[in-house]
């Protein structure tokens, strides 16, 4: 089974950075899309960023000029995020589009991470 493992959430002080990574394990032959989602305390899950493999990004208005999405290859994708406010607390999970390697065959789809916690102190 293909997976998406996150990592670098942790508690932070507001103003501060933290620089979330995602890795997929598994056999990946391409990820078309990949982007990081939220989902705050009490709130529905929403888009943080995304990448497309020609590296056009998209963000969400609540992120721009703060956090930079980038990825260096299929199997990963990166969230620096600076300038934090309480706001940004939440669980980050890290999404993916592409193809990859079920065992069987070559599938495409969608995987989502397990989520990273991110807790921004006031």
């Known amino acids: 089974q293909v997976q998406l493992v996150e990592s670098g959430g942790g508690l932070v002080q507001a103003g501060g950075s933290l620089r979330l990574s995602c890795a997929a394990s598994?056999?990946?032959?391409?990820?078309?899309?990949m982007g990081w989602y939220r989902q705050g305390p009490g709130k529905q899950r929403e888009l943080v960023a995304d990448?497309?493999?020609?590296?056009?990004t998209n963000y969400a208005d609540s992120v721009k000029g703060r956090f930079t999405i980038s990825r260096d290859n299929a199997k990963e994708v990166y969230l620096q995020m600076n300038s934090l406010k309480p706001e940004d607390t939440a669980v980050y999970y890290c999404h993916a589009a592409g193809r990859y390697w079920t065992g069987s065959y070559i599938r495409q789809g969608e995987l989502w991470g397990q989520g990273t916690q991110v807790t921004v102190s006031s």
């Open positions: 990448i497309t493999s020609g590296g056009t």
């Open positions: 598994g056999t990946i032959f391409a990820m078309n899309a």
